[in-house]
C-alpha cells in the first residue's frame, strides 16, 4: 500500500497545481498560480527606464526587480500591512525571487527597461515563496513576449525557464512540496531554484530540529530535482501558446 501524507498525497507528490494566465488586465504580465490551498497573483509591469545605480555605474542593459507581500486575509490570523518598512523575512523573498527570475534573462538583450515583478500572497498554506518563483516566471514570459510582439525587441530575452519547489524531512519522511502543517513541523526545510537546464540558482537549506548528512542532502537534492521538472512541465505547458525564440 503507497504511503500517503495527511492530504492524501504520496511522499514525493506535488499539490495539484493551477496556472491561470492573464489573470489582469493592465500588466503586461499576470498569473494567478494555485499550488494546493496556496494562491500567489504574480504580475509584470514595464518600466522604460533603468535604476539611477546602473545608470551611475556605466552598467548597460536592463533589470529585473521584484516585490513580495502576504495580504492580511491570506492565513488563519490577520497578517499586518508592511507600511513603512519592509521585514526581514519579506526582503529576503523578494530578493530570492528577483535573483531567481533576473537568472532566467540576459539583461543585456532587455534594452534600458526595468520589469517589475510583483508577487501577492492572497492564500498561504506553505511554499509561497516557492510557488511565486514558478508563476512570475510564467508572468515574466507573458511580458517578454508581448514587448517581442510589439517590436520592442528583437527576440526574447529568456534564456531559461525557471522553478521553484520545496523539500522537507518531517518525522523522518523525504517530502516534496510541504504544506503549512508539515512546514511547521519540519527537520530539515530546503527550498531549490532551478532552469530547465537542470541547474540550481538557489539552494536554501536549514536543519529546524536536527541536522542532516551528505546522503540525506542529495537525496534532498534529487526529489526536489525531479519535482521542479515536472513543475517545468505543467509551466510549459500552460505557456504552449507563446512562441518566442530564447536568447543564446
Not at 488586465?25 to 527606464?49: A, D, Q, R, W, Y
Not at 524531512?169 to 510541504?178: P, Q
Amino acid at each position: 500500500m503507497k504511503a500517503t501524507r495527511t492530504d492524501g498525497r504520496g511522499f514525493h507528490e506535488l499539490r495539484p497545481i493551477t496556472i491561470t494566465r492573464n489573470f489582469l488586465k493592465n500588466p503586461e504580465g499576470s498569473v494567478l498560480i494555485e499550488m494546493g490551498e496556496t494562491k500567489v497573483i504574480c504580475t509584470v509591469l514595464v518600466e522604460e527606464k533603468v535604476p539611477n545605480w546602473m545608470k551611475n555605474a556605466g552598467v548597460t542593459g536592463g533589470w529585473v526587480t521584484a516585490e513580495y507581500g502576504m495580504i492580511p486575509g491570506s492565513t488563519n490570523t490577520r497578517i499586518g500591512r508592511e507600511k513603512s518598512r519592509t521585514g526581514g523575512r519579506t526582503m529576503e523573498i523578494q530578493r530570492l525571487i528577483g535573483r531567481s527570475l533576473r537568472a532566467a534573462v540576459n539583461l543585456e538583450k532587455l534594452g534600458e527597461r526595468t520589469l517589475w515583478i510583483d508577487c501577492d500572497v492572497i492564500a498561504a498554506d506553505g511554499g509561497t515563496r516557492t510557488a511565486a518563483i514558478t508563476g512570475a516566471f510564467t508572468a515574466l514570459s507573458d511580458a517578454l513576449n508581448k514587448l517581442t510582439q510589439k517590436g520592442l525587441l528583437k527576440t526574447s530575452p529568456i534564456k531559461n525557464s525557471v522553478a521553484a519547489v520545496s523539500v522537507g524531512i518531517v518525522g523522518g519522511k523525504l517530502l516534496l512540496d510541504l504544506n503549512y502543517e508539515e512546514d511547521s513541523q519540519a527537520e530539515v526545510d530546503m527550498n531549490l531554484v532551478m532552469t530547465d537546464k537542470g541547474e540550481f540558482i538557489e539552494v536554501q537549506a536549514t536543519g529546524e530540529r536536527g541536522t542532516i548528512g551528505v546522503k540525506k542532502l542529495q537525496e534532498m537534492l534529487d526529489i526536489g530535482a525531479s519535482g521542479i521538472r515536472k513543475l517545468l512541465e505543467i509551466q510549459q505547458r500552460s505557456l504552449q501558446k507563446l512562441k518566442v525564440k530564447k536568447s543564446k
